[in-house]
């Protein structure tokens, strides 16, 4: 028994060994090949199944080394190989196999599918005999051959670039120069180093270190520093220095520079806090982004995608692309901005500190937002230097602030929405006389020492159409304090005031007071004439007067070109209440505070403001110049217009002068 047990063990191990050295068929190994293959396999790949007759003519490393560092380059994922025979045949006699199989990968330029016939031949080894890969390098790609190199080029998009309504540029993709020189010429003449060093605001020792790279050769354009298109002076002076050289590159450009710097922004190298908050999106070290203005907030519509293209370079210079995925333009934006109109503006605030909106009252479109002083954006775009921004930083007059974009005091500006809100509460007669007295004036001993002070008294009770063109305080005091404090914060909240300013722009929010209510008399008084805690940007102090001109409606304000016009509020006035304040502004022009605005040819009508600015009543501090205006023959803009630091001008006089030569351009260039 125990013999024929061993007989049946001996018979099944022969069996077993008869079983392990059948030859497996071409299909099972290339099954296994394109499994390793999948995985990234590939030093196993090379060890298993590439053919002894190939190995002698590739060694491990290179064949590993070479498929890693092409799928690394080229961002392969989701590689897929498949067999694609459809049965297995009897190899038996054969030497030789040619089997076919799909390639799919994903790659930084697009996917990449290909076919390949494969061949096998039957190989020994030391160990036995097998099925092998005759591996060449068109496995990699079926257009690559031996001396071949896969390339990678960059296919650059363009960035959107922003319009005003009329499509004149604001921000566009032009060009600028890359100033240098060519090496040999300058480099033992140091009166010419020290001047070029001087007109390009580096130092001669970097000048020297650009010189002394190791590629750089006698003749050899070296560049030193990018300038702006609008630097043509500069280059002037360059172009004298001998061995000076400059090229043309592609930059961002701001024609309108200054004018509409904070409204535009800049572009420049992304940061590393910008790097980390973006990188998902794409972006690399190497990219520039939006910096301020509408260049960083459109910055995804305004971003261009770049394309790339997958190429073989042959080695007699011959090129075949294997994968290519176009560029992506970034969206062209255009803004219902007038950039001449802006450029008037800021050129008449002749630099001092201000700011003023534009809106046409009928649309709500937002023809101009200025803030003065400024900076030159193409300066930015090319890197301003630790001490240029410094001294920017440190300006007095405080050009890197964006006024328009800020909320101020609004002074008596805010007299037309004091009395809108009284005759629709209908608490305000305005035929009714107040026989106010004097310059100052409190309701009651419960206020203390404190009293409400209009500047002129013209001896006579005062209506509301007098209370206007004196623009007296004490009128419109009494007028808030009648109306009282719910139905003065409700009538304000109707005007937009304490919500959400519902513009594209980033626009500080304007407050009833710092608390949101007007639970305190003299607070509410105060308020009722523009000074309290009451606080506006001139976009919406603009968009307000729009409520006048359209008898009661006051429309959204918008910035971008084509958009539907949108009501924001509506039935914040009668048509015969609007009508009495639009008589009531023309004659504050007329007869009254802003008579210098009475001009030829213009119809203005508006209110001015002075707002101070002090730290406690009775004493004297700084002041703003405020004025409201439109022209009402030809109403296409409402301007409001604010002037910091006009104590010694008259207050609102500063304000009202650049205001009537902004009307006067204006009708000379739309005559």
């Not at 196993?44 to 590993?64: C, F, H, L, Q, R």
């Not at 060093?197 to 590629?215: H, M, N, P, R, Y």
């Not at 010694?648 to 304000?655: D, I, L, V, Y």
Request: net charge neutral.
């Amino acid at each position: 028994m125990r013999k024929y047990l061993f007989l049946t063990g001996l018979i099944v191990l022969m069996i077993s060994l008869a079983g392990c050295n059948k030859l497996s068929s071409p299909e099972e190994r290339l099954n296994e090949y394109t499994k390793l293959w999948n995985d990234r396999q590939f030093e196993k790949m090379y060890t298993n199944y590439v053919a002894p007759s190939s190995k002698e003519k590739i060694k491990k490393e290179d064949y590993a080394d070479r498929y890693q560092t092409i799928y690394n380059d080229l961002d392969v994922k989701h590689v897929k190989v498949t067999p694609l025979a459809k049965e297995e045949k009897d190899w038996k006699d054969a030497q030789k196999a040619v089997l076919p199989i799909k390639v799919e990968m994903d790659t930084l330029a697009g996917p990449i599918s290909f076919e390949k016939k494969v061949i096998l031949k039957k190989e020994e080894t030391d160990k036995e005999e097998a099925w092998f890969i005759d591996w060449d390098v068109s496995y990699i790609f079926p257009e690559m051959r031996l001396g071949d190199k896969i390339r990678i080029e960059t296919i650059e998009g363009k960035r959107g670039q922003i319009v005003d309504r009329n499509g004149r540029s604001l921000a566009v993709n032009g060009q600028g120069y890359s100033a240098g020189v060519q090496a040999g010429k300058i480099d033992n003449d140091a009166a010419a180093k020290s001047k070029l060093a001087s007109l390009l605001g580096v130092t001669t020792e970097f000048i020297d270190k650009q010189l002394q790279q190791s590629w750089v050769q006698p003749g050899h354009f070296v560049p030193l520093k990018q300038l702006s298109a609008h630097d043509q002076e500069k280059l002037k002076e360059l172009q004298k220095i001998p061995g000076f050289a400059a090229e043309k590159i592609a930059m961002r450009e701001y024609p309108y520079k200054e004018a509409l710097a904070h409204l535009t922004g800049y572009i420049g190298d992304i940061n590393g806090e910008e790097l980390e908050k973006w990188k998902e999106k794409g972006y690399t070290a190497q990219d520039k982004i939006g910096k301020r203005g509408l260049e960083q907030l459109l910055e995804k519509e305004l971003r261009e995608k770049d394309g790339k293209r997958i190429y073989i370079a042959k080695e007699k210079g011959e090129r075949v692309t294997i994968a290519e995925t176009a560029p992506q333009n970034g969206k062209d934006i255009k803004v219902a901005i007038d950039a001449e109109l802006q450029k008037s503006i800021y050129e008449q605030l002749k630099g001092k500190p201000g700011t003023a909106a534009a809106v046409d009252p009928k649309t709500g479109e937002v023809l101009a937002l200025a803030s003065s002083p400024a900076f030159d954006p193409n300066e930015f775009v090319l890197g301003v230097s630790a001490s240029r921004y410094e001294e920017l930083e440190n300006d007095p007059a405080k050009p890197l602030l964006n006024r328009f974009a800020a909320a101020y005091s609004p002074g008596s500006t805010i007299k037309p929405i004091t009395a809108a809100i009284a005759l629709k509460a209908g608490t305000l007669d305005p035929a009714k006389e107040r026989p106010i007295k004097g310059l100052h004036w409190q309701k009651d001993a419960s206020w203390g020492s404190y009293s409400v002070t209009r500047v002129k008294d013209p001896g006579e009770p005062v209506n509301l159409q007098e209370a206007f063109m004196y623009s007296d305080n004490i009128y419109f005091a009494q007028t808030a304090v009648e109306v009282g404090k719910d139905q003065m914060t409700d009538g304000l909240k109707a005007f937009g005031y304490g919500e959400k300013f519902p513009f594209a722009y980033p626009i500080r929010a304007s407050q009833i007071s710092n608390s949101g209510t007007l639970d305190r008399e003299i607070l509410l008084s105060d308020t009722g004439y523009g000074q309290g805690e009451v606080l506006t940007s001139m976009l919406h102090l603009a968009s307000v007067y729009g409520a006048i001109v359209n008898e009661g409606t006051m429309m959204k304000p918008q910035l971008y070109a084509g958009e539907k016009p949108q009501v924001w509020k509506q039935d914040l006035l009668t048509k015969e209440s609007a009508s009495l304040l639009k008589e009531d502004l023309r004659l504050v022009v007329q007869k009254g505070t802003a008579k210098e605005a009475d001009v030829p040819g213009l119809a203005l009508a508006g209110k001015t403001g002075t707002a101070e600015l002090k730290e406690e009543k009775g004493t004297k501090g700084k002041e703003n110049g405020l004025f409201v205006a439109y022209d009402q023959q030809h109403p296409a803009f409402l301007l409001a217009l604010m002037m910091e630091g006009v104590e010694g001008e008259g207050g609102s006089k500063a304000a009202i002068s650049v205001s009537k030569q902004i009307f006067l351009k204006w009708k000379e260039k739309h005559q």
